[in-house]
């Protein structure tokens, strides 16, 4: 009898979770204009699709292979430890830093002046 109560228990608590969800649409990505994105923080949010957002989320904290960047340039430090300014973050851009890979070799020195503008709008 007590297996029964647990078996209907769960099965409650799951069809109620399946109908909270049912209604749920994943919010839909706000456009550069919305986010008030000039068209150099608008050609970094492109290289930082395609090359960043993989490992690292931009306007969430949740957790990814890599740290957030939600507000990379409002910390005082890095997760590394470093401080959050240009040149650190450019150093882990070019050359990587951990388990990140360097892009240094892949980006253009626009693209990397566009990303980091990006950032830091996050």
């Given at each position: ?16 979770l399946l ?8 919010p839909k ?35 990814s292979t ?57």
């Amino acid at each position: 009898m007590m297996r029964s109560v647990k078996h209907t228990i769960i099965l409650l608590a799951s069809a109620a979770l399946l109908v909270s969800l049912a209604g749920c649409d994943s919010p839909k990505p706000k456009t550069d204009a919305q986010l008030g994105l000039n068209p150099q923080q608008a050609s970094g949010r492109q290289v930082f699709q395609a090359y960043c957002s993989s490992c690292h989320h931009a306007y969430s904290s949740a957790g990814s292979t890599g740290p957030s960047l939600k507000r990379l340039f409002r910390k005082k430090y890095l997760p590394t430890g470093l401080p959050a300014n240009d040149r650190f973050v450019l150093q882990t851009i070019t050359g990587g830093r951990g388990m990140m890979p360097g892009f240094g070799g892949t980006l253009s020195e626009q693209q990397i002046s566009d990303l980091l503008a990006y950032l830091h709008t996050l």
